[in-house]
């Protein structure tokens, strides 16, 4: 892309989505993300670390829920922009007939929803444009697409530390799980407060006022958004070490960034 936005983006504030896209190698992104994503990585050198093992627990649990549990509907909130082994390609690669709503409220993923859209003709893939601090909003506009008396699986990935209110935090995903059918399934990750050097270059980060500052939060507080769903193993964990697949060079690293799965029974 150019390093000449649309007016509809303030190219000038740095944007989570675009920083991220610019830390997993993308080119969707402006001069001030790719300057702020350095500094981060200035201040903490892991962040790649962060991202990178987060995108493979995101592939990891799609491949586990489409495979393993049957699950064929997905809500994914918090979709950021597109790069590659997004939700629905896995899915789809596993179960063709996989539907696939897409959430985010970000006008550059917007323009390039396209991109998402792209389904097998067998499944199905929507995108709705809405804010994840709006839950009633999301489910009546998926429902357009997804059948809430099947089992979903609700992805979050990265997105609750947004929300810098913890205990609205964990409203949405109560409301949102409310929602679902026993059988459902809630995917979630973020960043946590166990590495401080991650924490302070996020504080650093949240300091030049970002569009969305965000909000590192202690393993115990992610275990919270799981409440009263059945814990699959390894339960919250470093999302690098959530059942990884085998690699040459040993055992996986520490990240400041867990993640987990749960089942809705009832």
């Not at 995108?55 to 979709?79: K, N, P, S, W, Y």
């Not at 789809?92 to 859209?117: G, K, M, T």
């Not at 569009?211 to 964990?237: C, K, N």
Request: negative net charge; contains cysteine; aromatic residues 8%.
């Amino acid at each position: 892309m150019t390093d000449d936005p649309s007016p509809a983006f303030d190219a000038s504030v740095p944007h989570s989505a675009r920083i991220w896209n610019y830390l997993l190698g993308g080119k969707d992104n402006y001069p001030v993300d790719r300057a702020a994503g350095d500094k981060i990585c200035e201040l903490f050198p892991g962040m790649v670390d962060v991202t990178r093992h987060s995108r493979a627990f995101i592939g990891r649990t799609v491949r586990h829920l489409a495979g393993e549990e049957g699950i064929r509907q997905f809500l994914d909130i918090g979709t950021g922009l597109p790069t590659v082994d997004n939700t629905h390609e896995i899915a789809q690669r596993v179960a063709p007939e996989s539907r696939i709503v897409y959430v985010d409220n970000d006008p550059l993923v917007l323009v390039h929803a396209e991109a998402l859209l792209t389904s097998r003709p067998e499944g199905v893939t929507a995108y709705i444009e809405a804010d994840a601090r709006d839950p009633e909003s999301i489910l009546e506009q998926a429902a357009k697409t997804l059948d809430f008396s099947r089992p979903v699986g609700l992805m979050l990935m990265g997105i609750l530390g947004l929300v810098p209110d913890y205990d609205q935090a964990r409203s949405v995903v109560s409301r949102l799980m409310e929602a679902l059918p026993p059988g459902s399934y809630l995917g979630l990750n973020d960043g946590t407060s166990t590495d401080p050097a991650y924490v302070e270059a996020i504080r650093r980060h949240n300091a030049s006022k970002p569009a969305a500052p965000y909000t590192p939060r202690t393993p115990e507080q992610l275990a919270g958004y799981f409440e009263g769903l059945e814990m699959l193993e390894p339960g919250v964990v470093t999302c690098s070490r959530w059942r990884p697949e085998a690699m040459p060079w040993g055992e996986p690293p520490e990240v400041a960034c867990y993640g987990g799965v749960g089942r809705k029974n009832g």
